[in-house]
């Protein structure tokens, strides 16, 4: 009984690329089920750096407008704004503004509205004087809870950008430098702000 010779180590290889291309061809890879499947055990992320908003439909109704990967950052939206957010995937808003700043900002009743559009919106009060490291945490946790669009908001950006950047350095792993950076690219401006985020910057982390 005659053995088939073996086939040569590198054409085996050859013939296993071969077999993955046309299966990759014949749409044999991750299904949309798998990719959504993996897509949902990964925590809500985005890239550091955001950029401002150019589309009218949206920089002209919120304040401050930018965008980092799927994340919004800005000051008060308008109703107008918060619809056009919603039509673009926005499921949930965290706003760092109190209960009653958020009721009375802009003329509408943002909790109101954005419970009509099936939006939770997630309130964390911060400001200079109050911002503390658990305001950073319970951010986290709101944040990567969701994988899809989110909006954060403050009055102007600023204490957004402040609370962006104290999110990448004590949780995503970016130098303080990088992320005071990515931080004045969401809407940092005010040296009140900023001393306050370095400040919980240079507090170590404890969960």
């Known amino acids: 009984m005659h053995r088939r010779p073996a086939l040569p180590k590198l054409l085996t290889c050859s013939l296993v690329l071969v077999a993955g291309s046309v299966a990759a061809c014949k749409g044999t890879g991750p299904s949309p089920a798998d990719t959504a499947a993996s897509q949902a055990a990964t925590p809500h992320s985005a890239p ?13 109704s919120i304040t401050n407008l930018a965008y980092s990967g799927n994340t919004y950052f800005a000051g008060f939206p308008t109703e107008a704004g918060l ?23 802009k003329g509408f009743d943002e909790a109101a509205v954005a419970k009509e559009l099936g939006i939770e919106l997630i309130v964390i009060p911060v400001s200079a004087k109050s911002f503390r490291p658990e305001d950073v ?31 990448l350095s ?30 919980v910057l240079s507090t170590p982390v404890s969960n």
């Open 48 to 60: 550091p750096v955001a950029v401002a908003v150019s589309d009218p439909a949206l920089s002209n």
């Open 83 to 105: 619809r056009e957010l919603k039509s673009r995937g926005v499921t949930r808003i965290i706003s760092l503004k109190t209960n009653e700043e958020v009721a009375k900002a």
């Open 137 to 167: 945490t319970r951010f986290r946790d709101a944040f990567e809870a969701s994988s899809a669009p989110v909006l954060v908001h403050c009055g102007s950006s600023n204490t957004v950008g402040g609370v962006w950047a104290a999110y």
């Open 170 to 199: 004590r949780y995503r792993g970016l130098s303080s430098g990088d992320a005071l950076d990515a931080g004045r690219a969401a809407g940092l401006k005010s040296p009140d702000m900023t001393e306050a985020t370095e400040r």
